[in-house]
C-alpha cells in the first residue's frame, strides 16, 4: 500500500525519513550528513522519483523507487493524491 507523503504529519515523515537515511546499506559512499541525506529523501518524494510504501502484513513502511512498484499501485495513488 503507498501512502501519499502529503498525508503525514510533518514529524512523522521527518522521523521516517531519518529512519531510512539511517538504515544499514543506505550510505551512498559520500560523506553527506544525515540531514543532507534526509533533505535529499524529501527532494525526491516531492519529485515523486521515491513513494512510501506501507507493508500491511508486518506494519513496517520503507521507501521505494517509483519505477520499481506496480503500476496499480502508482494508479491508486496518483487518484488519491492531496496535490
Known sequence: M???????EADTLQRLLEDF??????DNGHADNLDSRVTQLRRQLERKQVV???H???GETSLAARHAVPADWL?????????
Open 2 to 8: 503507498l501512502i501519499p507523503y502529503q498525508m503525514l
Open 21 to 26: 537515511a539511517s538504515r544499514d546499506g543506505t
Open 52 to 54: 512510501i510504501v506501507f
Open 56 to 58: 500491511p502484513d508486518t
Open 75 to 83: 494508479q491508486l495513488l496518483d487518484e488519491n493524491n492531496v496535490n
